[in-house]
C-alpha cells in the first residue's frame, strides 16, 4: 500500500461507499454498458478512489476500484482507472469543497446537453435541489484537462451541483459521492419532467427571488433529513 497505512480504513470505506454507490446508477437506469463513473475524494489527502476502466456494472466489487492522485495517476488498484479520471481529478484540484463527482449520459439530461441548451427551473425541487438553471459546459474532447475545466468554470457561480457538457453529458458533485448520486438523479428526473412540460407549451419559469427563497429554506430547514 503506497498510499500509507493510515488512510487503509478509509480508502476500504471508500472503495465499498463508490462500488456500492454505482449499483444506483444502474437502479435509477442513468447508464448502459461500462458507461457512467462516480468517484470520492480521500479527505484531508491529494488521492480520490474511482471506478476502472471498460468494466461490466456487474463486476464492479470494492476491489476492483482503484485509487489515483489528483493528477490521475495510479496510486493503488490492478485496473486502469475510469477514462474520466482526469475530470474528475481537475474537479478535486480547483472545487476543495466537492467530495464526491458523478458522470453519466443519463437519456434527458443527455438531451439537454446535445441541444447546448440550459434547463430553465420551472419546478420547486428544481429551485430546491439545484438553486437555478442547470448550466451548460462547453464542447470539449477527452485526453486533456478541457472537460475538467469546463466543468468548473460552468459551475462557478451557480449554485447548481449539476452541468449538462454540451453535445456528452452531465457531472455532477456533492459533499460526498452520494450528495453527487443524488444530484445526479435528481437532475434526469427534472431533465425528463421539463422535456414533457415542452411538448404542449411553454413552462412557467419561477422568479428569481423565489428561486432563491426555495434553495435557503430547502438547504437550512431540511439540510439534515435523514435520506440526505
Ligand atoms: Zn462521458
Known sequence: MTAGDGVRDTLARLRADVADLHRMLTRYELVTWTAGNIS???PGRDLMVIKPSGVSYD???EERMVV???HGRLVDGDQAPSSDTDAHAYVY???PEVGGVVHTHSTYATAWAARGEPIPCVLTMMADEFGGEIPIGPFALIGDESIGRGIVEALHGSRSPAVLMQNHGPFTTGKTARDAVKAAVMLEDVARTVHIARQLGE???IPSG???SLF???QNSYGQRTDR
Open 210 to 212: 423565489q428561486v432563491t
Open 40 to 42: 470520492a475524494r480521500v
Open 68 to 70: 489515483t492522485d489528483l
Open 59 to 61: 463486476d464492479l466489487t
Open 203 to 205: 413552462p412557467i419559469e
Open 216 to 218: 435557503h429554506r430547502y
Open 93 to 95: 484540484r480547483h472545487m
